[in-house]
């Protein structure tokens, strides 16, 4: 049940479990707006840190934020297209949303660009939706409770996904890289272990892969934002893997970066989403 505290809203497991259905719904509804842009004559301005965003970004935080003041009144919103708004710290619950994470890929006509919302809890991610409109795929997960993939349009199904075991060391393991956004850590990293195979992939379908078995590692040892990271941490993690800084130490959602605004107050540093929790540990 959603209960009030002296931290805020605080949304438990079956209250999540209820709501999983409806913010499916929005995510669709968002993942709809996206590709009924036309991207060719679509208006595209940078942020200030010089990343693109067009007026699919914004039909679709348009869309969540609308269907979220219906479903939840009260509870917390950030987003990535109104993050001038956010009042961190964000204790209790708050939902975290990037309505169109890849807008690099959807901008040069690739497929592989989601949209991203996150219930965070005390400041871990309880539950997550990934959609991949143009994929017709919907990653979702509430912790404890598992995961699954879903296909939208006619005669939808879901069948549960589960992360997979690490292969033994010398034998070829899959980590899957940023087509965007690469970097000499991460790749310092993927190269102390021989025999990895390089998955390129955009946006958080990285995340989803990890979750349904299809890669055993996503690194990213570089900052992002933690709209870029929540959903898929909570994807992965209900998916039964783990995700971690490179320390292996818990990642920590919505409570803002001191002296810090905007963009950066809401900076992940570094992560690795782990297929095989074991792995994480023996790092």
Same mark, same amino acid.
């Given at each position: 049940?959603?209960?009030?505290?002296?931290?805020?809203?605080?949304?438990?497991?079956?209250?999540?479990?209820?709501?999983?259905?409806?913010?499916?719904?929005?995510?669709?509804?968002? %993942?709809?707006?996206?590709?009924?842009?036309?991207?060719?004559?679509?208006?595209?301005?940078?942020?200030?840190?010089?990343?693109?965003?067009?007026?699919?970004?914004?039909?679709?935080?348009?869309?969540?934020?609308?269907? !979220?003041?219906?479903?939840?009144?009260?509870?917390?919103?950030?987003?990535?297209? *109104?993050?001038?708004?956010?009042?961190?710290?964000?204790?209790?619950?708050?939902?975290?949303?990037?309505?169109?994470?890849?807008?690099?890929?959807?901008?040069?006509?690739?497929?592989?660009?989601?949209?991203?919302?996150?219930?965070?809890?005390? %400041?871990?991610? $309880?539950?997550? @939706? @990934?959609?991949?409109?143009?994929?017709?795929? @919907?990653?979702?997960?509430?912790?404890?409770?598992?995961?699954?993939?879903?296909?939208?349009?006619?005669?939808?199904?879901?069948?549960?996904? *589960?992360?997979?075991?690490?292969?033994?060391?010398?034998?070829?393991?899959?980590?899957?890289?940023?087509?965007?956004?690469?970097?000499?850590?991460?790749?310092?990293?993927?190269?102390?272990?021989? %025999?990895?195979?390089?998955?390129?992939?955009?946006?958080?379908?990285?995340?989803? *892969?990890?979750?349904?078995?299809?890669?055993? @590692?996503?690194?990213? $040892?570089?900052?992002?934002?933690?709209?870029?990271?929540?959903?898929?941490?909570?994807?992965?993690?209900?998916?039964?893997?783990?995700?971690?800084?490179?320390?292996?130490?818990?990642?920590?959602?919505?409570?803002?970066?001191?002296? !810090?605004?905007?963009?950066?107050?809401?900076?992940?540093?570094?992560?690795?989403?782990?297929?095989?929790?074991?792995?994480?540990?023996?790092?």
């Amino acid at each position: 049940m959603n209960k009030a505290s002296s931290t805020g809203t605080v949304i438990d497991g079956d209250t999540a479990a209820a709501l999983i259905q409806p913010l499916t719904g929005l995510v669709v509804s968002a %993942g709809a707006a996206i590709l009924a842009v036309n991207r060719r004559a679509m208006k595209i301005d940078g942020k200030v840190d010089g990343s693109p965003v067009t007026e699919a970004d914004l039909a679709a935080d348009r869309i969540i934020a609308d269907g !979220l003041a219906r479903l939840v009144p009260g509870v917390p919103v950030l987003s990535e297209e *109104r993050v001038h708004q956010a009042k961190p710290p964000y204790d209790g619950s708050f939902f975290l949303i990037d309505p169109l994470d890849g807008t690099k890929e959807f901008v040069a006509g690739r497929r592989e660009f989601t949209v991203n919302l996150a219930l965070v809890t005390n %400041g871990t991610p $309880l539950l997550g @939706i @990934i959609g991949a409109p143009a994929l017709g795929l @919907i990653w979702r997960g509430l912790v404890g409770r598992g995961a699954e993939r879903l296909t939208t349009g006619e005669g939808s199904v879901a069948e549960p996904i *589960r992360t997979r075991t690490l292969p033994r060391r010398g034998d070829p393991w899959t980590a899957a890289v940023s087509r965007s956004h690469g970097d000499s850590r991460t790749e310092a990293f993927i190269a102390s272990r021989p %025999g990895a195979i390089r998955q390129v992939l955009g946006s958080a379908v990285k995340f989803s *892969r990890v979750a349904e078995g299809g890669a055993d @590692i996503y690194p990213r $040892l570089a900052p992002t934002c933690e709209w870029d990271v929540a959903a898929g941490h909570a994807v992965v993690t209900a998916a039964g893997g783990k995700v971690t800084d490179a320390q292996g130490a818990d990642l920590r959602f919505g409570k803002g970066r001191e002296g !810090l605004e905007g963009q950066q107050a809401f900076i992940v540093p570094e992560f690795i989403a782990w297929g095989d929790p074991a792995a994480a540990r023996d790092r």
